[in-house]
Each structure stands twice: as C-alpha cells, then as structure tokens.
T-cell receptor, first 112, second 112 residues
Framework: DQQVKQNSPSLSVQEGRISILNCDYTNSMFDYFLWYKKYPAEGPTFLISISSIKDKNEDGRFTVFLNKSAKHLSLHIVPSQPGDSAVYFC???????????FGTGTSLTVIP | EPEVTQTPSHQVTQMGQEVILRCVPI?????FYWYRQILGQKVEFLVS????????KSEIFDDQFSVERPDGSNFTLKIRSTKLEDSAMYFC??????????FGPGTRLTVL
C-alpha cells in the first residue's frame, strides 16, 4: 500500500536557503492533503494543509503547492532555520472518509 | 494550547498479554483516531471513531484490536493477545472535523 510516496528519505539544506520537500500520490480520490513535522519521541505536529480546490496555500515560511494532474505536492520552507530539522510527513485523505494515508517521511537537516 | 495526551509513554508486555493504551483527546473534538508507526516505517492508520462508534478501520485493525470511549474524556485502544510484531509507537489523534488531526506524543509498546 504505497498510495502516498516521499521518494527522498533525507534532505540537507543550508540555513537561510529554501527547503523543498516532495510528495506523490496515486489515488485520484484524494482531495485533502496535510504536512506534518515530527521530532524524535514526539507525535506528528500539523504544519499546513491544502484541499484539492486550491493549488497553493501559504502560512508564514511554509507554502504547499498541489499539482493535481501530476498527483504531486510539495512543501517549501523559506528561509530554512535549524529548528526546522525534523522528519516531514505528507498525508492524504480521500473524499469518501477521514482516514489519512501517510508517506514514509523525509528527514530534513538544516545546517547552520 | 490544548493538546492530546497519552498514557503510558512506554509499555512493556509479554507476548500473549493484553494491553490498553489510553488517550485524552482535545475536549471539543469529535473525531478520534489511532495510528501506529513501526520503527523505521511510515505512520499507519488503524481506526477512526465518531459518535461513539468506529467510522473507518484499516486492514491492520483486526479482531485483536478494539477501541472504546469509556467516559466523556478517555479514548482507549485495547490489544488482545499481543504479538511481537505489535511492537510500535501508537499515536492517538483527534480533530474537530474532517481536517487537521492533532496527535498525542505516542505510547511506545514493546512486546517481549
């Protein structure tokens, strides 16, 4: 069951630069997407969401882009800060329910 | 800020024993969820609960598992006859509606 994929297990970025985390999905019924950040020994923390009626949502340093035709979404963090170092998960939900399918995560390291 | 709490933080049990994992969701939330994350793997949906009944469950959530909302605040996951492969982090989450879910810090279950 790989309905949501994050193909990059890790990413390193210099402080102040842009971090781009990618996520692909296969189920065309997905219509709501979220990004979570997770620190070790803690639960995932909600970052930002987007519904399929939009192609962009912005919240401070975080912007999520959705390309429905490509079944692809990305999270941009600008500027990246050392405190952003964590594992980032994308999650998607179909319009038929509220079960969320998670990707495998991308570990982001922001280098000071 | 309100948060989801989980107890215990770590549970060690012998194979074949029953365990109960406890969660206190955010008080005005109506939807409750359990997820698990086996070490090194993705977060997996187990079950969602709304209006005092299961609304969705995954293939993982078989007869070994059950959920209950025994009172107005607690939400529990019971695992009967635990197996070695049940060892994982178990996360509880809650949400007001079909949108962002707030996660608890997790319970680490170790089955010996």
């Amino acid at each position: 069951d790989q309905q949501v994929k994050q193909n990059s297990p890790s990413l390193s970025v210099q402080e102040g630069r842009i971090s781009i985390l990618n996520c692909d999905y296969t189920n065309s019924m997905f219509d709501y997407f979220l990004w979570y950040k997770k620190y070790p020994a803690e639960g995932p923390t909600f970052l930002i969401s987007i519904s399929s009626i939009k192609d962009k949502n912005e919240d401070g340093r975080f912007t999520v882009f959705l390309n429905k035709s490509a079944k692809h979404l990305s999270l941009h963090i600008v500027p990246s800060q050392p405190g952003d170092s964590a594992v980032y998960f994308c999650a998607a939900s179909p319009n038929t329910g509220n079960q969320f399918y998670f990707g495998t995560g991308t570990s982001l390291t922001v280098i000071p | 800020e309100p948060e989801v709490t989980q107890t215990p933080s770590h549970q060690v049990t012998q194979m074949g024993q029953e365990v109960i994992l406890r969660c206190v969701p955010i008080s005005n939330h109506l939807y409750f969820y359990w997820y698990r994350q086996i070490l090194g793997q993705k977060v997996e949906f187990l079950v969602s609960f709304y209006n005092n009944e299961i609304s969705e469950k995954s293939e993982i959530f078989d007869d070994q598992f059950s959920v209950e909302r025994p009172d107005g605040s607690n939400f529990t996951l019971k695992i009967r006859s635990t197996k070695l492969e049940d060892s994982a982090m178990y996360f509880c989450a809650s949400s007001e509606a079909r949108d962002r879910q707030f996660f608890g810090p997790g319970t680490r279950l170790t089955v010996l």
